[in-house]
């Protein structure tokens, strides 16, 4: 990215204003709102998720410590138990919390409640990686201190955690104790308002190990029905005077070590903190095994220093940011609000070990912690192109769970593998089954998930092993739930597509474009690999099945108002009364019953859309016009996933300040808390919805055939957008500005080369040579659609 020139040598505003643009400041205590600002400032590294509570723990939103696929599993009831309905859910549940630093000044505690609040700042740096606080506060008895810390979970240390915490006296001498809290079975505040909240398990978490050494300790505790181990071990370095006396305690669920002395002027106090994380299934390692990995794990980042890591973290984003980051010229504040989303995707998951990414990530504990099709419909479609080694740990991680989806749909009686709606540990968790086991488009998105990997990594290693496996059950699956009918189209009943509020329909457009992908995609792999297919017993006889079901596919069509039908009957269904709906009856699904919504054209998220957005080049352009247009009259978007498809299929038509406006909606989801669910942690779906919407929308960037395309517009309010993503082992950046679009390989050996198109050219970039083309003019597809009253995104 290039610096913004300077004046005299002294940095312009412009300077300033890209330095903001990666960091997140909160600079007052904002007490009402601490469960969002916990959410925006969690840190991760796809293995350990810190939620972003202030450092002595009080006051707090959601307290959360968790760890990928660490859990509990709790009872489904139902007031009408049915065959094949779920009796157990995965619950998400915190491991013990090592982030807690706590002081007391004199015999005050700190709070922010009370006392003399004179400067409160903490800021996310999203290069650094760290979450950086500095206050000072004066207790009730009147004496001031200044507190800095600097929070990290390390990206290149999966099992590592690191606090450090400095204190100094802001006047006169202070008696001050700090207390080091390693801290189990944590209160977690339960919100019922809300269905999408999560359910709290009290005291999930059984003690059945504890040691220290000085210093040093960890805690050992197991769960009892998910049967998982887990362990933390921290170690400290303390930098205090002499004259401070250290006091150590432990107990089943706490182990604590107490600073105490009196600090004057011009002195400071530091404790370095680290920790190490580990869970395994409890038969797998014994918790002596396991409290001996974590002490040498912690022991081992101890010894490097908390310098150290810090630097080892900015060198880890470094390298990501080189293909990761978006610049957007013209805007400030959505150049923050990408960047934000992107450093929340860049550490939601890892490349090194085989763990998926939940819907909020490791950022709280909404909808229980679980994995939805969120994870391969939208946040692996844009890993693919910006860290592809953690998408193949997350498909690695579907694969490894083949096992449970078979059992489950041999439970359903259907062939081959259906995956949940919503898991963590691999097994059907959702008790509503006309929005969970009916969203079978979950099994396409998996396989849609390889497709793409596949397309843009070229792993072929891959693709003969776990993707294959992957793309043959799910063929599987939709050749036997599917049938043909007496006219020989091949049909898909009985499912419900994204849009909730339509459920239990015939033919989704979209379930079945994703369909038709997934056989075509599984016949070409299987062919392209039959030694390793005839292991999973695929025969041609199969093959051809498959092919035969995909171009039979049935694609619903209203002629009489020109436009695709969400579902068979969708468009004769009676129309919403959006003229009598208040701001106040909005999200539909708190203020009206599934019965009049599932009867009714209203739309809850894109669905259609969606379709028209993921198969570009099955629907011409006065198609995607009438549909969008239709459907843009008949969506509410109560789901955070519906604005980056909007913002996408709007710019490929024109309307580039819809399209506009639907961007910032979706990334400012949780920056700007659009939902008031940000608080039960981030919507990582959303946030890899901005990427989408400047890539997809304003780069024109499409994929859907295997080949890479371009058809790219600039809105008016951007001078400038750049953006890299990664394609065949290349990094291929897009520079567009009024004066057309510029393609390069800036990293790349003499002899790279990668082929791609630009409104329709084909064209070839070489490291040696840079290609440049005009922007296409933009289509006159009439006026912008109308939303719902009340509905249309905030105009920027």
């Not at 412009?14 to 959410?39: N, Q, V």
């Not at 999966?158 to 802001?170: D, F």
Request: glycine share 8%; net charge negative.
């Amino acid at each position: 990215m290039q610096s913004s020139p300077t004046v005299d040598g002294q940095a312009t505003s412009a300077d300033a204003a890209d330095e903001e643009s990666w960091r997140i400041r909160r600079t007052e205590a904002d007490l009402d709102r601490l469960a969002e600002t916990e959410s925006i400032f969690a840190l991760s590294n796809g293995w350990i998720g810190w939620r972003g509570t202030l450092d002595e723990g009080e006051p707090y939103g959601m307290p959360g410590s968790y760890l990928s696929g660490f859990h509990e599993q709790r009872e489904l009831t139902y007031p009408e138990d049915g065959y094949a309905f779920p009796q157990r859910s995965d619950t998400v549940i915190s491991a013990p919390n090592a982030a807690l630093v706590r002081l007391r000044v004199g015999d005050e505690p700190l709070d922010l409640r009370t006392g003399t609040l004179r400067h409160h700042e903490r800021t996310l740096d999203l290069r650094a990686g760290v979450v950086e606080r500095h206050t000072e506060w004066i207790s009730p008895g009147g004496q001031g201190v200044r507190i800095r810390s600097t929070r990290l979970v390390s990206l290149s240390r999966h099992p590592i955690a690191a606090v450090r915490y400095e204190v100094e006296p802001l006047d006169g001498p202070v008696e001050l104790r700090i207390t080091s809290d390693l801290q189990a079975n944590e209160r977690v505040p339960e919100r019922s308002d809300d269905p999408r909240a999560a359910s709290i398990v009290t005291d999930p978490l059984t003690g059945e190990y504890r040691h220290h050494d000085g210093i040093d300790g960890v805690l050992v505790h197991r769960t009892e029905h998910s049967r998982q181990r887990v362990a933390v071990g921290v170690t400290h370095v303390i930098d205090a005077p002499d004259e401070w006396h250290t006091d150590v305690d432990l107990t089943d669920d706490r182990f604590r070590v107490t600073l105490t002395g009196t600090l004057t002027p011009g002195r400071r106090v530091r404790l370095d903190k680290f920790a190490a994380y580990e869970w395994t299934s409890a038969g797998d390692t014994g918790d002596r095994d396991l409290a001996d990995h974590v002490t040498e794990e912690a022991a081992a980042a101890r010894t490097d220093g908390f310098d150290a890591l810090r630097a080892d973290q900015r060198a880890a984003l470094d390298v990501a940011w080189r293909t990761a980051d978006v610049v957007l010229d013209g805007d400030d504040e959505l150049q923050q609000a990408i960047r934000f989303s992107v450093f929340h995707l860049l550490q939601a998951g890892r490349p090194d070990v085989d763990r998926t990414i939940p819907a909020k990530g490791l950022t709280g504990n909404g909808y229980d912690g679980h994995v939805l099709w969120d994870t391969e419909g939208y946040v692996l479609p844009v890993l693919t192109y910006l860290a592809p080694a953690m998408v193949r740990s997350a498909l690695r991680w579907r694969h490894a769970h083949l096992p449970e989806a078979r059992d489950r749909a041999a439970e359903l009686r259907l062939p081959g593998a259906t995956f949940p709606w919503r898991t963590i540990g691999g097994r059907e968790c959702s008790g509503y089954w006309p929005a969970g086991t009916a969203g079978m488009h979950v099994n396409a998105d998996v396989a849609d998930a390889v497709l793409r990997y596949v397309a843009a990594t070229d792993d072929q290693d891959f693709l003969a092993e776990a993707g294959l496996e992957l793309l043959v059950d799910s063929a599987r699956l939709w050749h036997g739930f599917g049938h043909f009918s007496g006219t020989g189209s091949f049909h898909v009943h009985g499912v419900t597509g994204p849009d909730e509020y339509t459920a239990l329909v015939d033919d989704n457009v979209f379930t079945n474009l994703m369909v038709r992908r997934n056989l075509r995609g599984a016949a070409d792999a299987a062919e392209a690999n039959p030694e390793v297919a005839a292991r999973f017993g695929v025969e041609p006889a199969e093959i051809a099945d498959w092919r035969a079901a995909a171009d039979a596919v049935h694609l619903p069509y209203d002629r009489k108002r020109g436009v695709h039908q969400q579902s068979a009957g969708f468009t004769e269904l009676p129309e919403w009364d959006f003229d009598a709906m208040t701001e106040d009856d909005y999200p539909l699904l708190l203020n009206f019953p599934y019965l009049e919504l599932y009867r009714k054209q209203v739309v809850k998220q894109a669905d259609l859309v969606l379709a028209v957005q993921r198969f570009p080049g099955d629907f011409d352009a006065e198609a995607k016009a009438r549909n969008f247009a239709y459907y843009e009259a008949r969506t509410v978007r109560d789901s955070s996933l519906s604005a980056s498809a909007q913002a996408i299929v709007a710019a490929e038509l024109g309307h580039l300040d819809l399209a506009y406006d639907y961007l910032a909606e979706t990334a400012l989801q949780d920056l700007a808390d659009l939902g008031d669910k940000t608080g039960d942690g981030l919507h990582l779906a959303s946030l890899a919805g901005a990427w989408l919407a400047v890539v997809q929308g304003f780069g024109g960037m499409r994929d859907d055939q295997g080949v890479l395309a371009f058809d790219p517009r600039l809105p008016d309010r951007v001078d400038r957008l750049v953006f890299s993503l990664r394609w065949r082992g290349h990094r291929l950046q897009v520079t567009l500005t009024p004066a057309g679009a510029r393609y390069e390989l800036p990293d790349a050996e003499p002899g790279a080369e990668v082929e791609f198109r630009h409104h329709g050219e084909q064209l070839r970039v070489t490291a040696a040579a840079p290609v440049t083309r005009p922007l296409p003019d933009l289509p006159d597809h009439g006026p912008e659609p109308a939303t719902p009253p009340t509905l249309r995104p905030s105009r920027r």
